[in-house]
């Protein structure tokens, strides 16, 4: 998951992944900062998902939104946050897989 920011306004963004991995806080102090969360955790990751978006606000971050994906496969998804502090899919790689199909090996 790559991460752009649109924004001139600093924030920090996490990832929970369905595995319950959780991202570490990912800085962008401006516009153009980009960056990228890669889940190392083996196990399915199917299900839904958790992008939380925290604002700078004094010295402290405050928690501004949490946006729910529901995921079904395996790729690549590039998100641009704007000046709502919306993550936006702008970019999809993507292979759908049934969720039947999670965790199986494929043996030739």
């Known amino acids: 998951m790559e991460f752009i ?3 001139s306004r600093q924030f920090l963004l996490t990832v929970r992944a369905p595995t319950s991995e959780k991202s570490p806080m990912l ?5 153009g900062a980009t960056q990228v969360f890669m889940p190392s955790v083996n196990g399915c990751g199917h299900g839904k998902w958790a992008l939380s ?3 700078r606000v004094g010295h402290r ?3 501004i939104r949490t946006e ?3 995921l079904d ?3 690549t998804l590039a998100f641009l946050i704007g000046d709502d502090l919306r993550p936006t899919i702008v970019s999809r790689l993507w292979l759908r ?3 039947k199909g999670c965790g199986t090996n494929i043996k030739s």
């Open 97 to 99: 897989i049934p969720s």
């Open 53 to 55: 978006v925290l604002q």
């Open 27 to 31: 800085y962008f102090p401006a516009i």
């Open 68 to 70: 729910s994906l529901n």
């Open 5 to 7: 920011s649109a924004t």
């Open 61 to 63: 971050y405050r928690l």
């Open 73 to 75: 496969g395996i790729g």
